[in-house]
């Protein structure tokens, strides 16, 4: 298994809601990311996971709640959203985190709407 | 501030031919430097990488070079084909941190 899995695909929600992404791999990689992609913008680091412990929050909102229950599982918890945070949610993993670079594997994103 | 540019929105190429999308970066803290090929509705993949000791590294049809001096790095395709058709980011990595530029939309012309 060489993949990444978003779930769910497409996503709408209310202001008032609560929801959760969620990021699946079964590399064995130990470091996992979120990536932010605003239409016509390129991907901004949200957050990164090393080991299932919190390493970088690039000083996102508390709205947006990152969460690692075990290597091979990332959820981002999402609640009181705002319209301009609709965008493309973006996962990846990497083998290792500051070990040198082998790339990054990326899943198709969740399409994120808030209306 | 923009520390990843790729001033090419867009590039057409004839199939066969040789692509090259150009990229510039500020930040000189980059140890390595990544390109990733997009398709529409599916993530970022993995295509080359760079570290900033080298000045080249080639894998097939692809080859990175790059000019610290310059602050430059190109990407390079032969022989092009149509499946290379997508958008094309040039990734500076520091500590892991992956800053994106905004991306090279690519057209293979058969």
């Known amino acids: 298994d060489t993949e990444v899995t978003q779930t769910p695909k497409h996503l709408v929600m209310g202001m008032t809601n609560k929801k959760s992404l969620k990021c699946e791999q079964h590399m064995g990689h130990r470091a996992m990311y979120w990536y932010k992609q605003k239409a016509k913008k390129p991907p901004e680091l949200m957050f990164v996971y090393s080991y299932e412990k919190l390493s970088i929050n690039e000083s996102v909102p508390s709205r947006f709640s990152p969460e690692c229950p075990n290597s091979s599982l990332l959820n981002l918890h999402l609640h009181a959203l705002q319209p301009e945070d609709s965008a493309l949610y973006l996962c990846?993993?990497?083998?290792?985190?500051?070990?040198?670079?082998?790339?990054?594997?990326f899943g198709s994103g969740t399409r994120l709407t808030v209306v | 501030d923009q520390q990843v540019k790729q001033n090419s929105p867009s590039l057409s190429v004839q199939e066969g031919r040789i692509s090259i999308l150009n990229c510039d970066y500020t930040?000189?803290?980059?140890?390595?430097f990544l390109w990733y090929k997009k398709y529409p509705a599916e993530g970022p993949t993995f295509l080359i990488s760079i570290s900033s000791i080298k000045d080249k590294n080639e894998d097939g049809r692809f080859t990175v070079f790059l000019n610290k001096s310059a602050k430059h790095l190109s990407l390079h395709i032969v022989p092009s084909q149509p499946g290379d058709s997508a958008v094309y980011f040039c990734v500076g990595d520091v500590n892991e941190k992956l800053t994106f530029g905004t991306g090279t939309r690519l057209t293979i012309i058969p």
């Open positions: 990846a993993s990497s083998q290792a985190y500051l070990q040198g670079n082998y790339g990054y594997t």
């Open positions: 930040n000189s803290m980059f140890d390595y």
